[in-house]
């Protein structure tokens, strides 16, 4: 079992930054490709950015230019780099971990996932 905690989150205005971080515990071999996702009131979870242990990264299209993703050299921290934030940023941030696989960045791939963690954008 792997225990997924995220932090990191808050309140920010528009074109403000944050960082998230998630710290993997117990089997951390059974980590394999981390992740990010985002959940809006009233939307779907959707992948934000993933990392596997060789250090290859994907962002959504859309996220590209703002948000970065990256490790520590153990690969039991991931952080989520998000930068020129927006109000379409609201969200619950989730990390996850379990995927065989860098993309696509989807939930269903995914074998662990932590709590969550807020993230709230004003205008």
């Known amino acids: 079992q792997v225990q997924l905690v995220e932090s990191g989150g808050g309140s920010v205005q528009a074109g403000g930054s944050l960082r998230l971080s998630c710290v993997a515990s117990?089997?951390?071999?059974?980590?394999?490709?981390m992740a990010w996702f985002r959940q809006a009131p009233g939307k779907e979870r959707e992948g934000v950015a993933a990392?596997?242990?060789?250090?290859?990264?994907t962002v959504l299209d859309s996220l590209r230019g703002r948000f970065t993703v990256s490790a520590d050299n153990t690969f039991n921290t991931l952080y989520l780099h998000m930068g020129s934030l927006k109000p379409e940023d609201t969200g619950v941030y989730y990390c996850?971990?379990?995927?065989?696989?860098?993309?696509?960045?989807?939930?269903?791939?995914?074998?662990?996932w932590g709590q969550g963690t807020q993230v709230t954008v004003s205008s």
């Open positions: 990392m596997d242990p060789d250090g290859r990264t």
């Open positions: 117990g089997d951390t071999t059974s980590t394999h490709v």
């Open positions: 996850a971990a379990g995927a065989r696989r860098l993309v696509p960045v989807a939930a269903a791939l995914y074998n662990y």
